[in-house]
């Protein structure tokens, strides 16, 4: 493949406040329903992405905070944070490591979208969920945003600094490389650069390649911490029940990264004016 000329791209990164630290699990095992959505052990709203509540905590003037991946970061570290740390020992090469690590998420997960696998039309997994999936069958099933959330909390087991980064209908990884070579865009996040793209959602595509689609649009990134979810007392809800199915892989647009989008069109509108 060719690559491009490497042209730094400005992406906005939101600060993280650090929470207390918890001793509990790392997967939901007690999701419940409440006014027709899905949350979990920790509060989070698998099936929105949007608001206080929502996986990935996106709030007006495109401003997000990926708060699922702590469900796997920090105490609550378990199955894809130990996978990063086994990749961290195989190789010492960082951009080896990411390379491998790329790989990974690229051929163990199999594209599906959520309405297909989980009968929602959004159902975020976190990552320790795939991690167990492909220990147990070799294999996930997972959208844009499982890809996303199980890179971020490997790379951090690997000792690589990575981020989520959100464009107006996809969600993606950024992994920081300075100096890779392979890459067809060189990124810069919060005035830093040497952000790498890592878009494992096609079977083909190599660590480093960023799609044509998202060059000179504007982006939005959240650098992952360390740090972990506190779990709350088991709510008084009624319990969940969604039962994985599978499903054909294909390309699917989910109508929540719609309303992304439309934020970003608000956002920019009011800054306009």
């Not at 708060?67 to 796997?72: A, L, N, P, W």
């Not at 309405?115 to 997972?142: C, L, P, R, S, W």
């Amino acid at each position: 493949m060719r690559l491009l000329q490497s042209i730094p791209v400005c992406v906005g990164v939101i600060l993280v406040t650090m929470m207390p630290a918890s001793t509990l699990a790392n997967s939901s095992e007690n999701l419940y329903e409440e006014d027709g959505q899905v949350f979990d052990d920790w509060d989070v709203c698998r099936t929105r992405c949007i608001g206080q509540d929502g996986f990935f905590q996106v709030l007006p003037e495109a401003k997000f905070r990926p708060v699922i991946t702590f469900e796997s970061l920090g105490e609550n570290a378990d199955r894809a944070y130990q996978l990063g740390q086994g990749f961290a020992k195989d190789y010492q090469d960082l951009s080896q490591r990411a390379e491998k690590i790329f790989a990974f998420a690229r051929n163990k997960i199999r594209y599906t979208p959520d309405g297909d696998q989980f009968g929602f039309e959004e159902f975020a997994q976190n990552a320790d969920e795939v991690a167990t999936a492909i220990e147990q069958q070799g294999f996930a099933y997972g959208d844009c945003e499982d890809y996303a959330i199980l890179l971020a909390v490997m790379y951090k087991g690997a000792s690589c600094r990575s981020a989520i980064v959100l464009a107006p209908d996809h969600a993606s990884t950024l992994v920081y490389l300075p100096g890779y070579k392979r890459a067809n865009r060189s990124l810069c996040l919060d005035d830093e650069s040497g952000w790498v793209w890592a878009e494992a959602t096609g079977r083909n595509n190599a660590l480093g390649w960023m799609p044509e689609r998202y060059m000179g649009v504007q982006l939005v990134a959240c650098e992952v911490t360390d740090e972990a979810l506190t779990t709350p007392q088991p709510p008084a809800k009624s319990p969940a029940t969604v039962i994985q199915k599978g499903g054909a892989a294909g390309v699917n647009i989910s109508p929540f990264f719609s309303v992304i989008a439309l934020m970003w069109l608000l956002s920019l509108f009011r800054r306009r004016r």
